[in-house]
Antibody, heavy 121, light 111 residues
Framework: EVQLVESGGGLVQPGGSLRLSCAASGFTFRSYEMNWVRQSPRTGLEWVSY????????YYADSVRGRFTISRDNAKNSLFLQMNSLRAEDTAVYYCARGSRDGWELRFDNWGQGILVTVSS | QSVLTQPPSVSGAPGQRVTISCTGSSSNIGARYDVHWYQQLPGTAPKVLIFGNNNRPSGVPDRFSGSKSGTSASLAITGLQTEDEADYYC???????????FGGGTKLTVL
């Protein structure tokens, strides 16, 4: 069974930093593209960042580029999101999401349970 | 405001058919990028309902179907059941934003 478990969320002041982790199990992690997707009442579902199987391909949404850094450790089946210079508008539930194509455009075929990040003073 | 536009809510009685629209533009759905649909039950993470415009993952009932034409896509649900009450989201890729994009979501109420 595919499992994705996020950790590292919490309350942080504006301008602060947090590092999210996602522990993957139940599939060959190194064979899959991985993503972070966030959800808030203000913006709904929003794709945040993508990392390819070998980390050579990395993409960010305009809203986080230059502040967030995605990375992965295939040996430890883990995905990370380093979030710096956090703003109130970054407040959301952050999901780790596995990407699949199977001949189609990328879809998010498995999601973690989500972790809440609150940016507030 | 989401790149893909969905109605905020739809409703129907048990057994009825409802459709949820997803309107995009020439830089996403109209550029022939696939549309995927997700179902999000209360308090849970989204789950793929339809992928590649009209394909159902194993385990998804054939009451759910998808279609795409031009710059729009639709999700149809027939034989509505109370357990279908959820939020539904469409998703595609946008080549002007260079980003994967979602619709704003549609809340389905089964009356």
């Amino acid at each position: 069974e595919v499992q994705l478990v996020e950790s590292g969320g919490g309350l942080v002041q504006p301008g602060g930093s947090l590092r999210l982790s996602c522990a993957a199990s139940g599939f060959t992690f190194r064979s899959y593209e991985m993503n972070w997707v966030r959800q808030s009442p203000r913006t709904g579902l929003e794709w945040v960042s993508y990392i390819g199987r070998s980390t050579s391909d990395i993409y960010y949404a305009d809203s986080v580029r230059g502040r967030f850094t995605i990375s992965r450790d295939n040996a430890k089946n883990s995905l990370f999101l380093q979030m710096n210079s956090l703003r109130a508008e970054d407040t959301a539930v952050y999901y780790c999401a596995r990407g699949s194509r199977d001949g189609w455009e990328l879809r998010f075929d498995n999601w973690g349970q989500g972790i809440l990040v609150t940016v507030s003073s | 405001q989401s790149v893909l536009t969905q109605p905020p809510s739809v409703s129907g009685a048990p057994g009825q058919r409802v459709t949820i629209s997803c309107t995009g533009s020439s830089s996403n759905i109209g550029a022939r990028y696939d549309v995927h649909w997700y179902q999000q039950l209360p308090g849970t993470a989204p789950k793929v309902l339809i992928f590649g415009n009209n394909n159902r993952p194993s385990g998804v009932p054939d009451r759910f179907s998808g279609s795409k034409s031009g710059t729009s896509a639709s999700l149809a649900i027939t034989g509505l059941q109370t357990e279908d009450e959820a939020d539904y989201y469409c998703q595609s890729y946008d080549n002007s934003l260079n980003a994967w994009v979602f619709g704003g979501g549609t809340k389905l109420t089964v009356l």
